[in-house]
């Protein structure tokens, strides 16, 4: 009997737990799986949005996008923001985290940490809007401190030779303080004995970052330069409200990219062929960190 009645309360925990996935499921299948695989299919079709037949063309729109300078420009546009971005918002939000951690000025922390943190709840069209206004190279802000201080004006956004790098910047700004919070919670899990012990030892403080500090933090490191990865490669308002991927393109990236076939030029197939190249870039991507992840992350 009590077997039976194990096995039954068993049973019944079980489907308890399913009915209570059941609409998770439900709701992962119909916004998640099912739009990647009618992602794949339509891009196997040609047509415009406002015709109901479509032709079947096979991987012709791949080999179109493949034939295409620009989208070899797209692609490297996209590569490299995602270098820059992810590179320069992972040095900072350590470099902040460990010295607010580190920091006893309660006021000033409090100070600094919203300074950082508050461009992340503010709307991204908003920052653009601003940004846009500070970074002109005639009347913005910026440039008139630069001719006050009796330098010649920076072309910021204006230049293609540097408007990728601004545009980084601004999302750099606007992105760094979710991260800086996330490590510094990760800094929180340090025990304090493994400093007490190294100062014990008279161990540098450089030594200590880099041998105590970093393989500590290091699962949070890899989750949130994942997280930024995957963030940058969806990069779309700034680009769209600052430069329209211009000037020539160098702004251009490939979520502006799809946008564009989709919606300016009328060929859903590209944009689709496009949005499954930007999948398999994903996917890549995040399974290269997690695999150098495997022999860099020290687990506790």
Same mark, same amino acid.
């Given at each position: 009997?009590?077997?039976?009645?194990?096995?039954?309360?068993?049973?019944?925990?079980?489907?308890?737990?399913? %009915?209570?996935?059941?609409?998770?499921? *439900?709701?992962?299948? !119909?916004?998640?799986?099912?739009? %990647?695989?009618?992602?794949?299919?339509?891009?196997? $079709?040609?047509?415009?949005?406002?015709?109901?037949?479509?032709?079947?063309?096979?991987?012709?729109?791949?080999?179109?996008?493949?034939?295409?300078?620009? $989208?070899?420009?797209?692609?490297?546009?996209?590569?490299?923001?995602?270098? /820059?971005?992810?590179?320069?918002?992972? %040095?900072?939000?350590?470099? !902040?985290?460990?010295?607010?951690?580190?920091?006893?000025?309660?006021?000033?922390?409090?100070?600094?940490?919203?300074?950082?943190?508050?461009?992340?709840? !503010?709307? #991204?069209?908003?920052?653009?809007?601003?940004?846009?206004?500070?970074?002109?190279?005639?009347?913005?802000?910026?440039?008139? !401190?630069?001719?006050?201080?009796?330098?010649?004006?920076?072309?910021?956004?204006?230049?293609?030779?540097?408007?990728?790098?601004?545009?980084?910047?601004?999302?750099?700004?606007?992105?760094?303080?979710?991260?800086? /919070?996330?490590?510094?919670? *990760?800094?929180?899990?340090?025990?304090? &004995?493994?400093?007490?012990?190294?100062?014990?030892?008279?161990?540098?403080?450089?030594?200590? $970052?880099?041998?105590?500090?970093?393989?500590?933090?290091?699962?949070?490191?890899?989750?949130?330069?994942?997280?930024?990865?995957?963030?940058?490669?969806?990069?779309?308002?700034?680009?769209?409200?600052?430069?329209?991927?211009?000037?020539?393109?160098?702004? &251009?990236?490939?979520?502006?990219?799809?946008?564009?076939?989709?919606?300016?030029?009328?060929?859903?197939?590209?944009?689709?062929?496009?949005? %499954?190249?930007?999948?398999?870039?994903?996917?890549? #991507?995040?399974?290269?960190?997690?695999?150098?992840?495997?022999?860099?992350?020290?687990?506790?």
């Amino acid at each position: 009997m009590d077997r039976k009645n194990i096995s039954l309360s068993e049973k019944k925990d079980r489907i308890l737990g399913f %009915v209570t996935a059941a609409p998770a499921m *439900a709701l992962l299948f !119909i916004f998640t799986v099912y739009p %990647v695989f009618y992602l794949i299919y339509y891009s196997l $079709f040609s047509g415009s949005l406002i015709s109901s037949k479509k032709a079947f063309v096979g991987l012709d729109n791949y080999k179109e996008l493949w034939e295409s300078e620009t $989208f070899h420009k797209v692609l490297n546009n996209t590569i490299l923001y995602t270098v /820059l971005f992810v590179g320069l918002t992972m %040095v900072l939000a350590v470099i !902040i985290a460990v010295w607010l951690n580190g920091s006893k000025h309660r006021k000033l922390n409090s100070a600094v940490e919203s300074f950082i943190f508050t461009p992340h709840v !503010i709307s #991204m069209v908003s920052v653009s809007i601003v940004f846009l206004w500070l970074m002109d190279p005639d009347t913005g802000f910026l440039n008139m !401190i630069i001719t006050r201080l009796g330098f010649s004006k920076f072309p910021f956004l204006s230049s293609p030779a540097t408007s990728m790098f601004s545009l980084v910047l601004v999302m750099v700004w606007k992105s760094v303080g979710y991260y800086v /919070l996330l490590i510094m919670a *990760a800094l929180q899990t340090v025990p304090s &004995n493994i400093y007490e012990a190294a100062e014990l030892d008279d161990t540098s403080s450089m030594r200590t $970052f880099f041998k105590i500090t970093l393989p500590m933090i290091s699962p949070t490191i890899l989750f949130t330069s994942v997280v930024a990865s995957i963030a940058s490669f969806k990069i779309f308002d700034s680009v769209n409200v600052m430069t329209q991927g211009g000037p020539v393109d160098s702004t &251009n990236t490939l979520v502006y990219y799809i946008y564009s076939f989709a919606f300016r030029y009328g060929k859903p197939g590209m944009a689709c062929a496009a949005g %499954v190249v930007l999948l398999v870039l994903v996917c890549i #991507m995040t399974y290269v960190q997690f695999g150098v992840g495997k022999k860099k992350v020290h687990y506790q």
